[in-house]
């Protein structure tokens, strides 16, 4: 119930950086992903059948504050989710020299698919007019985007697995 709690704190204060601190200090379609990076991170660090809970209420959570139809941020984090526990189980538990090389190459990907997604939602939406405007300022300052989202996964990642260590919450479920 401990960590419950904890992960529900955690996600709410992710969406909250998310959605009034990082919008602040990023232009529009450059802000970090803050949500996705917590996604992949608890993925990793509790696989995905215990973390799948969690991401499809980060989802969630984020459509309702983002002002999204529901369920179009969780496909994604599902997917994104599912994809990165591939990859660990599959790649990195079997080689573990280039792991951390093979992580950010994933972040990064996970960053520019989750781009595309958007572009995708934004497009389908849209008139073809504002399609040829807001497509080249979709595409500007993803290098920045990605740079930040390696940052920020990591951070979210330090924070998991010091959560998952503690003593305090080595019998609660």
Not at 76 to 99: H, P, Q, T
Request: glycine share 4%; proline share 2%; with cysteine.
């Amino acid at each position: 119930m401990k960590k419950k709690i904890i992960y529900f704190a955690i996600i709410c204060a992710a969406l909250i950086i998310q959605t009034s601190m990082l919008t602040v200090f990023f232009p529009d379609y450059q802000i970090p992903q803050i949500m996705l990076m917590l996604v992949i991170a608890l993925t990793l660090s509790v696989g995905f059948t215990r973390a799948l809970p969690w991401v499809i209420l980060t989802g969630f959570a984020f459509d309702l504050v983002s002002y999204a139809r529901i369920g179009t941020t969780v496909i994604i984090f599902v997917l994104i989710s599912y994809a990165a526990n591939f990859f660990y189980r599959r790649f990195l538990m079997e080689n573990k020299g280039w792991g951390l090389l093979a992580i950010v190459l994933f972040v990064a990907a996970a960053t520019v698919i989750h781009r595309m997604y958007l572009l995708f939602l934004v497009w389908a939406e849209s008139s073809f007019q504002t399609k040829l405007a807001e497509s080249g300022a979709f595409f500007g300052g993803l290098e920045s985007e990605v740079f930040f989202n390696i940052i920020l996964f990591f951070l979210c990642l330090l924070i998991l697995k010091k959560i998952e260590k503690q003593p305090f919450f080595a019998y609660s479920r």
